[in-house]
């Protein structure tokens, strides 16, 4: 697993990867314009070229970045549709500008229509989006379910990625929050291996290609997104350990979103590496005892 979390590329793309390497991320994710505008920013080859090289020399493994929140592919209103397809273009051909794993993305939300129809339109603007950029992942994040948000269930998540063509640009960026939130019950290692199995069953582990740490304010299956500091909500020290430990994880990068000062700092992320070690304990000792 790849820990690492959500920094600013304020001053610049390349201050992203310092403030990465200040905080001893193996993985960091941005938004690649401002998430309260729809205006882009104007970044040029030289952003770019920067942002590569100082990566370079660095732990970085993977560099996410995340759709701003103003998108709703799934909106009835045409102009709002016109906007996120834009938006979600841009970042994709930024994804692919400065070599990112994938552009994380909320699909959108029904509010008060009908679901099917909701899925089919943010599927359209989707697929519009991949097919104007060069190659970037698009990684549809599950929901927690509040105010008709798509994919707050793997049923949804695979009818999303088939209403987007189903291509192989497209994966899945599993949230622990949104995971909880929705009704999953992942706070112990059994609960989310078989959380896992039905992911498998109904969209296919080898979509899975990112993850989202973020403990949950709110108890299973409130279908409300309010992320807490890892260990100190619903998850606990103990459901975080269990979600940073689980070995159909490895390799994945995993980032967290929430932090002591707002944004997760240096202290976050070493916090998520204890826990995983602590979990990975845990496992260890759970198959010595079955093996007596």
């Known amino acids: 697993m790849l820990i690492g979390a959500h920094v600013s590329p304020a001053g610049g793309l390349a201050r992203a990867i ?19 505008m729809w205006r882009p920013t104007a970044y040029t080859d030289q952003d770019f070229a920067a942002f590569r090289e100082a990566r370079e020399s660095t732990e970085i493994r993977s560099v996410l970045i995340h759709a701003v929140y103003l998108l709703n592919c799934a909106s009835e209103d045409n102009e709002i549709r016109q906007k ?11 994804g692919d500008s400065i070599g990112a794993d994938g552009v994380v993305l ?11 129809a909701a899925i089919k339109r943010a599927g359209r ?7 104007r950029s060069d190659g ?13 948000t798509l994919g707050r269930s793997f049923e949804e998540l695979a009818e999303l990625l088939d209403a ?34 039905e992911f498998d ?16 304010m709110v108890p299973l299956g409130a279908n409300r997104d309010r992320h807490a500091l890892i260990g100190e909500g619903e998850l606990g020290e103990k459901g975080c350990a269990v979600f940073l430990s689980e070995p159909r994880f490895e390799q994945l990068p995993c980032v967290l979103e929430t932090g002591v000062e707002g944004a997760p700092g240096a202290e976050d992320v070493l916090k998520a590496f204890k826990l995983r070690r ?11 005892a079955r093996r007596r």
């Open 18 to 36: 310092e403030r990465g390497v200040e905080r001893g991320c193996q993985a960091i994710q941005i938004f690649n314009q401002s998430p309260r």
């Open 136 to 148: 970037c992942e698009l990684h549809l994040e599950n929901t927690a379910g509040a105010g008709g």
């Open 84 to 94: 996120s397809l834009a938006s979600l273009t841009q970042s994709l051909r930024v």
């Open 106 to 116: 909320h699909p959108g939300s029904a509010k008060t229509g009908d679901v099917g």
């Open 201 to 216: 069953r109904l969209v296919g582990l080898e979509r899975l290609h990112s993850l989202h740490m973020n403990d949950s």
């Open 125 to 131: 603007e989707i697929k519009q989006a991949l097919e």
């Open 164 to 197: 987007s063509g189903g291509g192989r640009q497209l994966a899945v960026c599993l949230d622990s929050c949104h995971l909880l939130a929705s009704g999953y019950d992942i706070r112990t290692a059994d609960g989310l291996a078989e959380t896992l199995d």
């Open 278 to 288: 602590r979990g990975k304990s845990a496992r260890d000792r759970a198959i010595q």
